[in-house]
């Protein structure tokens, strides 16, 4: 168990809907990534927040959002959801001036 | 160019085979060198961590780092089925937020 705890485990919904799916970090971590897998794919990196900021952005899609709360939680916000969105999405965090992200178990995103 | 090469597989050996799983890198800022375990449909798991060039040893599993050819290894002793998953290179700067992802391999011990 990494520490980093992600919900809903799972999550279907239809074409056009809007899902938030939730991460908490380690205990004392700030950053917190958010990471897309497609089926068979490697891992696509979307954002990263460190302590409320936005401090890096990947292959974020505009229909996706996100944000990280004064507890440092941190919620994804995917809209106008598509076939293609369907996927798992991961969150990880690290500590400050650590050097590994830790990995929760992840949502698996099915959009039908 | 990728910054970081990996080739996905799959590779398939019999248990108790030894097995080395690879990547290259291009980016020589990459200082601190990881490997992480992923089972199907599970979050990824640190498994190696190494700083540098040289080898590292923890139990079944040895990280070693060649930097000079920017080439990283992972070799799994007496592999056991439980060991089939997909193995993720990840090699880092100076902070976690400066870590890539290798597309990782997929290992399938046979029993």
């Known amino acids: 168990d990494s520490g980093v705890t992600q919900t809903p485990k799972h999550l279907i919904t239809a074409t056009g809907q809007r899902v938030t799916l939730r991460c908490s970090p380690r205990?004392?971590?700030?950053?917190v990534y958010w990471y897309q897998q497609s089926l068979d794919q490697g891992l696509q990196f979307l954002i990263q927040?460190?302590?409320?900021?936005?401090?890096a952005k990947g292959n974020i899609l505009e229909r996706f959002s996100a944000q990280q709360f004064p507890d440092l939680h941190s919620e994804l916000n995917l809209s106008s959801l598509e076939l293609g969105d369907s996927a798992l999405y991961f969150c990880a965090s690290s500590a400050q001036g650590g050097e590994t992200q830790y990995f929760g178990p992840g949502t698996r995103l099915l959009v039908l | 160019q990728k910054e970081v090469e990996q080739d996905p597989g799959p590779l398939s050996v019999p248990e108790g085979a030894i097995v080395s799983l690879n990547c290259t890198y291009s980016?020589?800022?990459?200082?601190?060198f990881m490997w992480y375990r992923q089972y199907s449909r599970k979050g990824p798991e640190l498994l190696m961590y190494?700083?540098?060039?040289g080898n590292k040893e923890d139990g079944r599993f040895t990280a070693q780092v060649d930097k000079s050819s920017k080439y990283i290894s992972l070799f799994i002793r007496d592999s056991q089925p439980s060991d089939s998953a997909t193995y993720l290179c990840?090699?880092?700067?100076?902070?976690?937020?400066?870590?890539?992802f290798g597309s990782g391999t997929r290992l399938s011990i046979r029993p």
């Open positions: 190494t700083y540098s060039s």
């Open positions: 980016n020589s800022a990459f200082q601190y």
């Open positions: 990840a090699p880092g700067e100076s902070s976690a937020s400066k870590i890539i």
């Open positions: 927040y460190y302590n409320g900021e936005e401090r």
């Open positions: 205990s004392g971590d700030l950053s």
